[in-house]
């Protein structure tokens, strides 16, 4: 589902061809979710067929016809629900599930502050169990000890993004 999200979050804001989609995810990281070209063509194949996507035939000049894609309705509500359920998923740094963050401002402050602080509570819990490692042990698997920090600079970052989000749903209102 996270690939599909990419995909329709680069389509929603124009209508790409296939090649440019392709060229563009190979020159941009997604934050670990890596979309190869047959991966591509096979996921727009799907989401056009689950009416997510539509695509039309251009030509330019005298090179060959291309599909070029654009998001439907149906599309951009599966966008946005599927874009708040993993708004709300715990997804370290090296998991596509960070990639959507790319997309918060596409989503209501106030719903994607509900989703981010079920986020930062599973992030916590990781957090609660990783600080009763003893340190002896932190020592010896520097991983783990790695792990714990890198939990603790996300929750302050969630925290930050959290107190943003509420301003912006509070001025919304």
């Not at 727009?44 to 695509?55: A, P, V, Y």
């Not at 783990?144 to 912006?168: A, N, P, T, Y």
Request: a negative charge.
């Amino acid at each position: 589902m996270i690939k599909k999200l990419l995909l329709l979050g680069l389509l929603r804001g124009q209508k790409l061809h296939g090649y440019g989609l392709v060229e563009y995810l190979q020159t941009h990281t997604m934050g670990g979710a890596s979309i190869g070209k047959s991966n591509a063509y096979r996921l727009l194949k799907e989401m056009e067929r689950d009416g997510f996507i539509r695509s039309v035939t251009e030509r330019e000049g005298n090179l060959p016809e291309r599909y070029v894609y654009e998001v439907t309705r149906n599309g951009e509500v599966f966008f946005q629900d599927a874009l708040l359920q993993e708004l709300a998923r715990d997804a370290t740094a090296d998991q596509p599930g960070i990639a959507v963050l790319n997309y918060l401002q596409e989503l209501d402050p106030a719903a994607a502050a509900d989703h981010l602080q079920q986020r930062r509570d599973q992030v916590a819990a990781r957090e609660a169990i990783l600080v009763t490692v003893p340190e002896e042990v932190l020592h010896l698997h520097p991983a783990l000890d790695l792990g714990l920090r890198q939990v603790v600079v996300e929750l302050e970052w969630l925290d930050e993004k959290l107190l943003e989000l509420h301003k912006c749903a509070q001025s919304a209102a």
